[in-house]
């Protein structure tokens, strides 16, 4: 995590790195359609986590869902052998 924040810091990119969350923040589950095979796993601490229908909804093609057990909107940081498992077990569905 220090990592990440320090290279922010030293290149100045913290506010363009941000600007995607400001720009995107009255976006809803409606916006995009979305025709590809999709997998989804909700970390617990996320910031956002929608319900299943609205996922559904808005990906026709939802074939992963689980509720991973620890994790939130770091979790490649914060849990990165559960994150690497999920993207296994998404990844096996097409074997």
Do not use: C
């Not at 400001?22 to 910031?47: C, H, Q, Y």
Request: no cysteine.
């Amino acid at each position: 995590m220090l990592d990440d924040i320090t290279l922010y810091w030293l290149t100045n990119t913290a506010e363009s790195a941000a600007r995607f969350y400001w720009e995107n923040s009255d976006v809803t589950m409606n916006a995009v359609r979305i025709d590809v095979p999709m997998g989804v796993t909700l970390f617990p601490k996320e910031f956002y986590t929608p319900p299943r229908a609205w996922a559904e909804k808005a990906f026709s093609n939802l074939v992963y869902w689980n509720k991973a057990g620890r994790g939130g909107h770091f979790a490649a940081f914060e849990q990165p052998k559960i994150l690497a498992e999920e993207v296994r077990r998404f990844g096996r569905l097409f074997h």
